[in-house]
């Protein structure tokens, strides 16, 4: 595959995710490879490419004699993932807070600030991964997990009150980082994800509030990563 055809599938790629983590196309739903190759303007090749890019990454399910669907919240894959998170995710904060410089520290509460307290646009969560020091769990939350769990974050920030809950808990997480409290930042970051994980469980249990996360006609809707 040449270099411009690469990019080509880079950029659908990129454009179908936010379609999904927008809930443009639904958790559950089909992927149309048509109607998504007339939108971005492209042959059905470079759709096709990025689809498969995308069951690679745990996004979509593909099954034979079946059509591509977005993978959805049941089963005990999310729980198992989200379980994952809390471990792993609890470590990758107590190494950067130990490891940090505290130049490092202060500029990431400063970016946190400058974007008023949302997680997802600082990337927060693979951001204090990258600062961890540790590849493996660089690797497993920036490369091969991380699009899953923006789509999953995504998902339990969107249930009604999570937004600002999830903000103060990103607060508290930083300030137990910038004090230097190890052990209290990986607390609060364990809390964090199982707080995020119970609202996943609620909207899985609520048939009503899933269907209202992706109707699947067109309409966008904010996400806020939890």
């Known amino acids: ?113 400058r974007v008023g307290g949302d997680g997802k646009v600082l990337d927060l969560h693979a951001r204090i991964a990258r600062e961890s020091g540790n590849r493996r769990i660089q690797s497993l939350l920036c490369d091969e997990l991380y699009y899953l769990l923006r789509l999953y974050r995504a998902r339990a920030g969107s249930t009604p009150g999570r937004h600002d809950t999830a903000s103060v808990e990103h607060w508290q997480i930083l300030r137990a980082m910038k004090a230097r409290d190890a052990d209290l930042a990986e607390s609060l970051m364990r809390a964090h994800i199982a707080r995020a994980t119970e609202a996943l469980q609620r909207l899985r249990d609520t048939p009503s509030a899933a269907a209202s996360t992706g109707a699947g006609d067109g309409r966008r809707r904010k996400d806020t990563e939890a």
């Open 1 to 113: 595959m040449s270099g411009q055809q690469r990019t080509l599938v880079d950029t659908v790629f990129e454009g179908i995710f936010q379609l999904i983590l927008s809930g443009e196309i639904p958790m559950g739903g089909i992927v149309n490879e048509v109607a998504l190759a007339d939108r971005f303007k492209v042959s059905r090749g470079p759709v096709r490419e990025a689809i498969k890019a995308l069951e690679g990454r745990g996004l979509i399910l593909k099954e034979p004699y079946f059509k591509a669907r977005v993978v959805d919240l049941d089963g005990q894959d999310m729980v198992e993932i989200f379980q994952l998170r809390e471990s792993v995710e609890g470590m990758s904060v107590k190494l950067a807070t130990q490891v940090m410089s505290d130049e490092a520290l202060t500029r990431l509460l400063s970016d946190f600030e």
